[in-house]
């Protein structure tokens, strides 16, 4: 099963990365790659740089960030393969921990069989 895991770190930073913290981020990645679980993982940059474009009756409209509310921030995201969503949830916490903290959706993907003729 796949799953995509939308990270929220529930603040959006302005300074980038360290080359520290990059180098742990590069060893976490390597070892859950070689475990066969990331399929591809990448960061986000800052919303400001971002917008929205939406479609509601009929009008379309585009709203440049950044985003005022911070539940709102997608930090990065990662596609993993596993066996269950419980699977999925256990590599959440992990990253979580990891990383010191935030928020984590973990939604399963369709697969080209899920709309399969009956």
């Known amino acids: 099963m796949r ?6 770190p529930g603040r959006e930073d302005t300074a980038p990365p360290t080359p520290e913290h990059m180098a ?3 060893r976490y990645i390597e070892k859950q790659s070689k475990a066969g679980v990331l399929i591809t993982t990448d960061g986000l940059q800052h919303s400001s740089k971002g917008a929205r474009v939406r479609l509601s009756d009929g ?3 585009v709203i440049d960030g950044p985003f005022a509310e911070a539940k709102e921030v ?3 995201y990662a596609i993993v393969q596993v066996k ?3 699977e999925a949830i256990e590599n959440a916490k992990d990253f979580l ?11 399963q ?3 080209a069989g ?3 003729p009956q």
């Open 59 to 61: 009008k379309l409209t």
């Open 74 to 76: 997608i930090g990065g």
């Open 3 to 8: 799953f995509m895991m939308l990270y929220k």
């Open 109 to 111: 993907m369709h697969d």
């Open 84 to 86: 269950s969503k419980e």
């Open 114 to 116: 899920d709309f399969a």
């Open 97 to 107: 921990t990891f990383v010191g903290g935030g928020e984590c959706e973990v939604r």
């Open 24 to 26: 742990e981020m590069d």
